[in-house]
């Protein structure tokens, strides 16, 4: 089993849609989860942190369920410029200091039509 | 332009050259990373720096590839006798010291071609 693994994609939905993206990790003791956006040839940018409590930017929530170690991304009234790949990132503790390294799923496309 | 920076952007090299790219990150930042991507994955971790100490290295790194960060300020990633499968968009990132460097930003990427 991968350590992060996503929906397989891609993701074709119209303007206007909700879109949803989950996210699985196999370690229960991952401390950390990110989405970030990348672009088509571009480099990864950070989207969101996801916490907890679950939390909301705009037109994103992204929430976090520990038990069933899954995380999830809403993408709600999508825009043509949310195409994209969305990718899950995972912490895990490194060391007994603050360097965690990052886990990374393959990422979900989506892509908006008109 | 304060965000992470690479050079060269674009590498092709013939099979069994060697290629060095650089990767300049933010400046208050004092850890920094190195990725490949290659197409339809996601990128793989090989190595990290905490200012000029290299703390991990991934399997996949093998002994031709060497990085170095002696100032704890830019950095470089060697790869010697290039191979075929060593076509790749080679990441950099950095992130600062708070919240346990979780953050990354990165740098626009190296796209590898060996021929």
């Known amino acids: 089993r991968k350590e992060v693994e996503q929906d397989p994609g891609p993701f074709n939905v119209p303007e206007g849609a909700t879109v949803a993206f989950n996210c699985t990790y196999s370690?229960?003791?991952?401390?950390?989860f990110f989405w970030y956006r990348q672009d088509c040839r571009k480099e990864p940018k950070l989207l969101m942190s996801?916490?907890?409590?679950?939390n909301e930017d705009g037109r994103f929530t992204a929430q976090l369920n520990r038990a069933s170690q899954y995380i999830s991304l809403l993408i709600r009234d999508s825009k043509l410029s949310d195409s994209a790949t969305y990718l899950c990132v995972v912490s895990l503790s490194h060391n007994a200091g603050n360097n965690r390294k990052l886990i990374w799923g393959l990422g979900t496309s989506l892509a908006v039509n008109p | 332009d304060t965000g992470v920076s690479q050079d060269p952007r674009h590498k092709i090299t013939k099979r069994g050259q060697n290629v060095t790219f650089r990767c300049d990150p933010i400046s208050e930042h004092n850890r920094l990373y190195w990725y490949r991507q290659t197409l339809g994955q996601g990128p793989e971790f090989l190595t990290y720096f905490q200012n000029e100490a290299q703390l991990e290295k991934s399997r996949l790194l093998s002994d031709r590839f060497s990085a170095e960060r002696p100032k704890g300020s830019f950095s470089t990633l060697e790869i010697q006798r290039t191979e075929q499968g060593d076509s790749a968009m080679y990441l950099c990132?950095?992130?600062?010291?708070?919240?346990?460097?979780?953050?990354?930003?990165f740098g626009p990427g190296t796209r590898l071609t060996v021929l």
């Open positions: 996801v916490y907890s409590s679950g």
């Open positions: 370690n229960s003791a991952s401390q950390s």
């Open positions: 990132a950095s992130s600062p010291p708070v919240r346990g460097g979780l953050e990354q930003f």
